[in-house]
């Protein structure tokens, strides 16, 4: 099996997944982006997406108000992306040099 017969295999299953419940993944991603105008609410709401994109996969069926979820493991989803944002910045600084190491160069 070929890497992009793979790739297409995998796309294809998510597709059919997507379209189970695609209304309910829609609008809770929907909710989410407009619910994350708020910083703090922010993690919780994806965590909330992605607790029912997990949902989705499992055959079982979802809510809108399933993206409220993630509110039930706050502090989780801040640990997750604060851990998950300070990798991105790792690797942007040390792997691609796309941010400068020392930020205080351009300061003397």
Partial sequence: ???ETMLQDTLDK???????????LILGTLVAAIGSIFIITLPPLFFGV???AIQVMKGKTIK???V???FD????????FIVAFAAIVVELTV???ILPLDICMSCS
């Fill in 1 to 3: 099996m070929t890497t």
């Fill in 14 to 24: 998510g597709f059919k997944l997507f379209k189970k419940q695609y209304v309910a």
């Fill in 50 to 52: 992605n607790y029912m």
């Fill in 64 to 66: 809108i108000t399933d």
């Fill in 68 to 70: 409220f979820r993630g």
């Fill in 73 to 80: 493991y706050f502090v989780v989803s801040w640990v997750m």
């Fill in 95 to 97: 792997i691609h040099s």
